[in-house]
């Protein structure tokens, strides 16, 4: 634990991280589950206490066929639309011109922003965090097929910490497969019980991190021993199913996918709820913060 | 098919690649499976019309634990040596000093000199060539934990067949995995199938292309278009399962592998075999043949 200097006042960190130039493996301040099961909750009691344990959860067919196409087809719309936008929110592969990602999609009117105020996932997300929640970050990843990179494992929230200002871990994210997640085109890698540890890293946060990161991480990485030790506790999980399956885990959660070289393509939305009562501080950085359209603070 | 001039004499290339500007399919001319069930033969009847139907065999603990753990060690010595060593059988990683690959260890007195010569693996081996048989290459792939890089697809028989001077489809490959595979550290895919097929790339053989080829593959590429189309027919197989495990899969079948960004490592030896009734001539490129620790010509 440190106490850095703001602008307000001085502020105790419970998650240092890029402070040290060794890593560490700190224990999580913060409930997992918020929220109480209640006769409403869409979730069972041994849903719940599962995301608990492990940090995630897998809902096959959370969307249906329909609702799929609908995302799909806008997704396809913005990468067409993304391609010859010079917008900040358009994030190219690290080694070319091609569209990585696209962020703040929730913005747009339409299937992205029925998303974001989606009843049924509304009711997940709000038993899980136990309050009230906002979008604090929406994206779609696109892994095309024979070429899609991996990304790097990595915690969100030590990202939205040290970057963000995100003060407690009370966000979760929600990753919605546009496509079949099959074990072998790169599907999201998790390993379950890692969201009790926080791994603070090593490094420092350079100005404009995010300019990079976006493309490829350098700081704010887990070390290998600290990865190794997780994995070796609880191993690796790859949930893998239709279209419209979800994956709804932690914001400390540890997760990574591998490249992508069969010809599945494997898109997915990823919609970031954060807690009304968790909302951004200033970067523990002492950065200046990431822009709006990467960690909402208005 | 074409016909090439080469020194000896006017000879019919039946599987003409890197010659056209457009990729194109062709039909296999040659068997699957060249030997017959006989009552000495250790796969079953089942095995072989699998591997003629196929293209692959896995073969779940084919060599035991204190098998595996002195190929291990061996793998582990020459790994160290070749750290510092400049020899042209260790071939590095595109982006970086790490040894990726070790070739010609059969050569080598001892535990990788055995496998070569290995009662249970040659009577299949031979089952099904048909014939005595002998090492082509042989080679260890280092596939380490965090940072292992993919394999894009390609057909072994293309690269022997146009760089070698591989007259005919009768050759196969045996992968032993020396760590256990799972399905998230980029084991070996294969198409099932694919073997009856052979795709005709398009391109040119740059002199001495196996110096980068070895690090990046980038002639003698299949071409999205004919991956798909396989894919599409009969999907993707990533056998898993302990340290000791074999694929054995014939010379034309599509395989690859994606990155590893797990900590688990996934080390492997490849022992080729090809039928002493198919030696290497001429490259069928008109380029001078690659060296012997590639393709054994004596």
Redesign the interface.
Known sequence: MSIIQTSDAKRVDLYPSRINDKPSILERKDPVVHGEHTKDSLLSREQLDFYEKNGYLFLESFFNEEEVAVLSAEANRLKEAGKKSSADEIIREPNGNEVRSIFAIHREKGAFEDISMHARLLNIVENILGSSVYVHQSRINFKP??TGK?F??HSDFETWHVEDGMPRMRALSCSIALEEN???N?PL?VVPGSHKKFISCVGQTPDDHYKESLRKQEYGVPD?NS??QM??EAG?E?PTGKAGSIVIFDCNTMH?????????SRNNVFMVFNSVENKLQEPFSGKKPRPEYIGTRE
């Open positions: 097929g024979f991996e790097y494992w099959y074990h072998y790169g890698m290998h990865l190794t994995v070796e690796i790859a990574g996918s591998n490249s992508n070289i069969t010809p599945k």
